[in-house]
């Protein structure tokens, strides 16, 4: 009987409708090129992280963060939480079937004789299974589903991040060995021309602003490898906090002249399309289906509510005939609830999901733009980063030239200090621009490999 009855349950259980409004993905409010008429080629695919970061030692300190980091261990977690509560949610939809065994023995006193009377029972049972008939609980677990989904989105998201803050970071510490060599070199330089201009005040050739003007530049270098020095020393500090544990001294970075072609650049012409595989735009809109799913729960509330409790079994009066010569004993008691008046609960409940899913669908487009956004800014900035690049160094050697004639000028005599000092002091600013240029380069390099999604 009890088998018959739970089969009957699942047989309505499978029929149940769904009361969800039907789904329907939000154009994407942004265009399908981008600002700059690149031609679309749906069809490239993006690479995984491994294929865009080509030095072995920045692999290995990425490797290292994917495994250590304390934000993506979290991340990770909060996907087994989300994950644990779909299990939940879904385990709603179906009976839980319960086994049990009583017994009982009781003395009695009737007209002043003594009886002594028991009972055992042994039986399976269904307790307050409410049946899905409209849905609700499936929609529940929808809704369960697709926030887990948006936390799995969340981690992918972290992970990319964090691939892209890891890299931006060791190329930072390149940037700043460069400095801090750079730095060093016209340090060593200074202190070169301070004795020469003391030399030649000696000899009566240069008066003392000569060697005044010699002193500032020395000293602004001497600032510079303090500050740099300890610029390195942060940025260590911040790579070591991003992997999770102290990276070893080999898999640091010198300067960032040797690491030519470090990181790839992404392919262009990929279409606006490869937004929607963004891991914050797919977030967005799991929690749009879940808020979708919300409305479906928040209908069901108004319809009727069939609950069945049951139970089958064997019962005798006392344990040791239980099974062997006891007697079959059921019940069967459906229970079946219709809203009539809650006050206006039910109805401020489905106002609520619906405002909701309003909110979650501005926030799916608001994803989509500011992707949009980001990969505009990359490739706007990628347009022109050769171009200036090319500029600086041109700019460099230039600049490079004019300060050895101005110091071989000055040493001859034929031409006055400050033109020599105003050549080593353009000097010295172009090559920290270039510095700062080419860590610019590797950085747009990540950003428009992140921006973009990170890889299928």
């Not at 349950?9 to 690149?38: E, K, N, T």
């Not at 700043?176 to 060599?181: G, I, N, R, T, Y």
């Not at 060593?188 to 003007?213: F, W, Y």
């Not at 500050?227 to 970075?253: C, F, K, M, R």
Request: glycine letters at 6%; hydrophobic letters at 45%; aromatic letters at 6%.
């Amino acid at each position: 009987m009890l088998r018959k009855m739970l089969i009957a349950s699942m047989l309505l259980l499978a029929g149940c409708i769904s009361l969800d409004p039907h789904y329907v993905r939000p154009a994407a409010p942004v265009p399908a090129v981008w600002p700059d008429g690149q031609s679309t080629r749906p069809q490239l695919e993006l690479t995984e992280w491994q294929a865009i970061v080509n030095d072995d030692r920045l692999k290995q300190v990425v490797g290292r963060a994917l495994k250590s980091n304390r934000d993506l261990r979290q991340a990770i977690a909060d996907i087994e939480a989300a994950r644990a509560l779909y299990g939940e949610k879904k385990a709603a939809l179906y009976p839980a079937l319960d086994a049990g065994l009583s017994s009982s023995r009781s003395r009695s006193v009737s007209n002043g004789v003594s009886e002594i009377s028991g009972s055992a029972e042994a039986s399976g049972s269904v307790s307050s299974f409410e049946l899905d008939l409209f849905g609700k609980n499936r929609s529940l677990s929808r809704a369960a589903k697709e926030s887990w989904l948006a936390s799995d989105a969340t981690a992918k998201n972290t992970r990319i991040t964090l691939i892209a803050e890891t890299t931006t970071a060791w190329m930072t510490l390149a940037a700043d060995q460069s400095s801090l060599a750079l730095a060093k070199v016209t340090l060593q330089s200074a202190a070169d021309t301070v004795k020469v201009t003391e030399r030649r005040l000696e000899l009566g050739a240069d008066d003392g602003t000569a060697v005044n003007s010699a002193i500032t530049i020395y000293q602004q270098a001497r600032g510079d490898v303090a500050g740099y020095t300890t610029s390195v020393a942060q940025d260590i500090n911040a790579l070591n906090l991003l992997v999770g544990e102290s990276v070893p001294a080999s898999l640091l970075p010198d300067t960032l002249e040797p690491l030519e072609d470090a990181i790839a650049i992404v392919p262009s012409g990929v279409s606006s399309e490869v937004l929607l595989r963004r891991p914050d735009v797919q977030e967005a809109e799991h929690q749009l289906k879940s808020a979708n799913a919300d409305i479906g729960s928040a209908r069901a509330a108004f319809f009727p509510s069939l609950t069945l409790t049951a139970s089958a079994g064997v019962g005798s009066s006392s344990l040791s005939n239980l099974f062997g010569h006891g007697s079959h004993v059921w019940s069967f008691a459906p229970s079946l609830t219709l809203p009539i008046f809650a006050g206006g609960e039910n109805l401020a409940a489905l106002r609520y999901a619906e405002a909701e899913k309003k909110g979650y669908i501005a926030a799916y487009e608001k994803a989509i733009q500011s992707a949009f956004k980001d990969v505009a800014d990359a490739l706007a900035s990628r347009a022109t980063l050769q171009e200036r690049l090319d500029a600086q160094n041109a700019y460099v050697a230039a600049a490079m030239k004019s300060y050895h004639l101005s110091d071989l000028r000055y040493r001859n005599g034929v031409d006055s200090y400050l033109n020599m000092l105003v050549a080593q002091r353009t000097l010295y600013a172009a090559q920290q621009d270039l510095i700062s240029l080419k860590q610019t380069d590797y950085e747009n390099r990540i950003t428009l490999w992140q921006s973009l999604g990170g890889g299928i």
